[in-house]
């Protein structure tokens, strides 16, 4: 356990809470499986002999995991639907608007605002929108890229209207229409590395992270996503996140609803 | 305290159904059939409907275009329940005035969300 909780914060600035051993256990069971151990302590044990890198990795990324739903914390899409997006359209002549989901997980996040995007009005006539998806999980994003989902997957966050306009049914599964997966490009950031080189980004999206951070890697990740905002940028977290410690950085929207913007006395992107 | 009429043929699937919806603050009346539920709500008008579509007697989409057809039936949300997942049923649900839609199997987060969604919690 002791072991599983090191490699956590040290790859991936993650506390693992390894007093939920139930958490523990339904994570590294099917990984233990496919792997070819007998049990998730057979697993450890190789993981502690061979230290092998593909292993470890293997290892974190399932302690990582996200549970994410469609439009988890409603008011935040909401917020970006209605006023964000339009607002930003209208900045936004010449070049598309960017949106980032930052730790995508299994794509529902980065797909719900896609929508949303396809759903907002009043936006500027020839609006573009660039969406990426990208996640510590190599496996979270090729089930995100997919984008099939399984019929409890879509019944949780996402409004039966929006089932039947966005995604096709095949068998038990439900796939999101190639128009919206077709918007969104993939690729495995880890959000402790350099992040300089990505460009700059209007919407960031970072869910279900900055909680099962400690201090320090809370203020990293932060501080260098938030460098990649323009002064009328918004960076999304989940609404129970207080970020009032970076009030020199990022100053909450009203509401309430997890949106921080980067510069308030830039006339905002959203309405006080 | 809202009210909300649970209509299905499968006793199991309403006691499954009423223990959900009681922990989320709703009072509950059961109905077996889409003309039994229909008597409900013409005596006492509920908030919300758990709906089943197969049903004998009166199936569940015959019974919501019955009910939106009646003084004060626009106004409970219904949300259906069912088997049927196919895109031609939802869409049909949707046109008949249904509000939400469960696909079976079902659980209490799936109820909880979905009621939400209707606007119901």
């Known amino acids: 356990m002791d072991l599983l909780a090191a490699l956590g914060r040290a790859r991936a600035g993650a ?19 496919r792997e070819g151990y007998d049990s998730i302590d057979a697993l450890i044990a190789a993981l502690r002999a061979k ?3 593909r292993l470890i990795w293997a290892v974190v990324e399932a302690l990582c995991r996200g549970d994410t739903t469609f439009f988890r914390g409603r008011e935040a899409f909401a917020q970006l639907r209605d006023e964000v997006l339009p607002a930003l359209s209208l900045r936004r002549r010449d070049t598309p608007i960017r949106i980032w989901s930052a730790a995508c997980a299994t794509g529902q996040e980065v797909y719900s605002l896609a929508m949303a995007a396809v759903e907002a009005k009043g936006l500027a006539t020839g609006t573009r929108f660039e969406f990426f998806g990208s996640d510590l999980s190599e496996r979270a994003l090729e089930k995100a890229q997919a984008g099939i989902y399984t019929q409890f997957e879509v019944q949780r966050g996402l409004p039966i209207r929006m089932l039947v306009k ?6 038990d ?35 279900g992270v900055l ?8 203020s990293k990740v932060v501080e260098s996503l938030t460098a990649l905002l323009p002064p009328d940028g918004v960076l999304v977290v989940d609404a129970e996140d207080d970020l009032s410690e970076f009030e020199d950085l990022l ?17 905002p992107a959203v309405a006080a | 305290m809202k009210t909300c009429l649970v209509v299905d043929d499968s006793r199991v699937i309403r006691k499954v159904a009423r ?40 199936n569940g989409i015959e019974f919501l275009r019955q009910l939106r057809g009646e003084p004060g039936g626009d106004a409970p949300k219904v949300v259906f329940c069912t088997v049927e997942n196919s895109v031609d049923h939802i869409r049909a649900a949707l046109e008949a005035g249904a509000d939400e839609y469960i696909m079976k199997p079902f659980d209490g987060d799936i109820i909880q969300a979905k009621f939400a969604e209707a606007g119901l919690l």
């Open chain 1, 211 to 218: 909680r099962g951070m400690d201090a320090s890697m809370r």
């Open chain 1, 15 to 33: 506390r693992v809470e390894t007093e939920k051993a139930y958490l523990v256990e339904s994570r590294l069971a099917p990984l233990a499986r």
């Open chain 1, 166 to 171: 966005y995604f096709e049914n095949q068998d």
């Open chain 1, 251 to 267: 100053t909450a929207a009203p509401g309430r609803a997890g949106v921080y913007l980067r510069d308030p006395s830039v006339r």
């Open chain 1, 51 to 53: 230290r092998e890198e």
């Open chain 1, 173 to 207: 599964t439900w796939a999101i229409s190639p128009r919206i997966r077709q918007m969104v490009r993939w690729k495995r950031i880890n959000l402790l590395a350099d992040l300089s080189a990505m460009g700059r980004f209007d919407v960031i999206l970072l869910k």
């Open chain 2, 19 to 58: 223990r959900v919806l009681e922990d989320i603050g709703f009072e509950i009346a059961e109905a077996a059939d889409g003309m039994e539920a229909l008597a409900w709500c013409r005596a006492a008008m509920p908030d919300a409907v758990l709906l089943d579509w197969n049903m004998p007697v009166m």
